[in-house]
């Protein structure tokens, strides 16, 4: 193993790029993806129930509810394949990936970001609109929310690859697809 | 980072409280609405590059407080809208020491290159 001082984002303390980082984040959305991959083959008719602990017929009334179906693809279906992107997104690349590949690891960001976003306002809609509670639904959205903060930390230090290649004058489209060369560094 | 999760705990509290106390109307639909959101921020908030974003859970607070005279309810349910509201307006300002550097943070994307 080379040391961790190379790889690190100058002015950084750590590597966001570094597997201790990631790790646990692809480990999270591994289970994001099996929870909600469960839910929405519930929602599909393929599994005939759903497990819930706490609410009584909360799941099935919020599984089933109109605003799972706003989309032709029932909602979890559309939320196993953005955790799956999650999981991928997060596994491509290298310790060095925040500066070799801004691309991948924008996005992660993306990925990961909106979809807590959209995972809240799902949590918010099920007291309001549908007054259900859905034990899986929930952990899921925990899930998202957990795995916002540690990811954006990577993205952060890849905006900053982009802002300095722009402040260089190097070609930030080819910096973003293809990254930073080590010795583009020493000046 | 305990503050930012104690944040949110309360923000899991104000979510689950109209159906655990059960009451409804404006308190109930303010709590929930407010109180989802609460406990998001403190969790991306306990990650120290987000820190910042604790500052969302002031002005979640500030409404808290606010709540009970803008939509006019009484008894305990504007008491317990005052006591989340102040605690969580308090937490913000506990000051935990930061551990990491992030090369200048997200302010650092907007400023001017340093000679």
């Known amino acids: 193993m080379t040391s961790t001082v190379g790889t690190r984002p100058p002015g950084w303390t750590y590597n966001p790029s570094s597997w201790s980082e990631r790790l646990w984040l692809i480990g999270m959305a591994v289970i994001g993806f099996l929870i909600s991959g469960y839910l929405g083959l519930y929602q599909w008719g393929i599994i005939d129930s759903v497990w819930e602990p706490f609410f009584g017929r909360g799941s099935e009334t919020v599984l089933h509810s109109p605003l799972s179906r706003v989309l032709p693809v029932p909602d979890a279906v559309l939320g196993s394949l953005a955790y799956a992107i999650d999981a991928v997104a997060g596994a491509v690349g290298g310790t060095r990936r925040w500066k070799t590949m801004p691309w991948m690891v924008i996005l992660f960001g993306i990925a990961v970001g909106p979809l807590g976003l959209v995972s809240v306002l799902l949590v918010t809609a099920q007291p309001l609109l549908l007054h259900a509670w859905c034990t899986l639904c929930l952990l899921s959205a925990v899930i998202s929310i957990v795995m916002i903060g540690p990811a954006m930390d990577e993205v952060l230090a890849s905006l900053q690859v982009l802002k300095r290649a722009k402040e260089h004058d190097r070609p930030l489209w080819t910096v973003f697809w293809k990254g930073e060369s080590q010795a583009a560094w020493s000046r | ?115």
């Open chain 2, 1 to 115: 980072m305990w503050a930012p999760a104690l944040t949110s705990m309360l923000g899991v509290w104000l979510t689950a409280a109209p159906d655990v106390m059960g009451y409804g109307g404006h308190a109930r639909l303010s709590n929930q609405l407010v109180g989802v959101w609460m406990a998001t921020f403190g969790v991306i908030a306990m990650s120290e590059c987000l820190r910042a974003l604790q500052w969302v859970n002031l002005a979640l607070g500030v409404w808290l407080i606010s709540a009970p005279f803008l939509l006019d309810y009484s008894d305990e349910r504007a008491c317990g809208s005052l006591v989340v509201g102040i605690a969580a307006i308090s937490l913000t300002f506990v000051r935990t020491p930061v551990r990491e550097r992030f090369g200048g943070g997200w302010t650092s994307l907007l400023k001017k290159a340093e000679q």
